[in-house]
């Protein structure tokens, strides 16, 4: 099961995380930090707070950015910067909202049109940039804007409730990296067993051997100790090996 956070190799190297992952520490604008996963599709969604706040650059990057000297004036780059009035880069005009320790700022990234908007306490700050697709595959990533300050920024991809709502049509960042971890209800119907996921396109469901193989396999009711719960995800087909109800 792999969980997307902050990434423990590609990052400046002045940048310090810890609270597995989804801290960082970002001491000045020579240093950025980037998710651990890349997209190329889809409508995605993630919020950042801070615990510690002088200047942030907040936003995506692509592979060709630099993590490790100044970033910002380039085309590998897409952000919403703080404090000087809110401004965009790496065009360097004015965007949105100024925002400060206190503030959640969520990122609406739309790779299907190419899109990027910012949200600050759950209020639109307008589409940022159009231009997304240019950049081929993106991280979601922070920098700072100052030579002498950063920030300390904590991430929420969504392993956890976010702070505001999802904007319509978009998934958490790290939804198809995190499925396993929402519950997964087995139920029964007029003989047919079904699978119903809170979040999943797909059956990304592991095979099991046993009823603790890989988390647990649990059900309202079983026939006997030979229609135990894990058989209805252990990949055999066979009526005599598959889970059975009581009744």
């Not at 950049?135 to 392993?159: K, L, Q, W, Y």
């Amino acid at each position: 099961m792999v969980l997307v956070t902050w990434d423990a190799i590609n990052k400046g190297t002045g940048v310090t995380l810890s609270n597995g992952n989804l801290t960082a520490v970002i001491p000045n604008h020579s240093n950025t930090v980037r998710a651990s996963v890349g997209r190329v599709s889809g409508k995605w969604y993630w919020e950042i707070n801070f615990s510690s706040f002088a200047t942030a650059m907040v936003g995506i990057v692509n592979s060709s950015a630099s993590l490790a000297s100044i970033n910002y004036s380039t085309q590998n780059v897409r952000y919403y910067y703080d404090p000087i009035g809110g401004q965009k880069y790496p065009e360097a005009t004015s965007y949105g909202s100024t925002y400060t320790i206190s503030d959640t700022i969520g990122i609406a990234l739309d790779l299907d049109i190419g899109t990027l908007e910012f949200y600050k306490n759950g209020v639109s700050q307008g589409i940022s940039h159009t231009n997304i697709k240019t950049m081929g595959e993106v991280f979601p990533a922070v920098t700072s804007g100052s030579s002498g300050s950063g920030n300390t920024t904590i991430v929420n991809f969504g392993a956890t409730k976010f702070n505001y709502n999802l904007p319509k049509g978009f998934k958490s960042y790290d939804e198809n990296q995190n499925t396993l971890l929402n519950k997964i209800l087995l139920s029964s119907g007029n003989g047919v067993a079904s699978i119903q996921s809170k979040m999943s396109e797909s059956n990304l469901v592991p095979i099991l051997t046993s009823d603790t193989s890989i988390g647990e396999a649990k059900a309202s009711s079983v026939l006997n100790a030979s229609y135990l719960a894990y058989k209805a995800f252990d990949g055999n087909t066979v009526d005599a090996n598959c889970w059975l109800i009581a009744g």
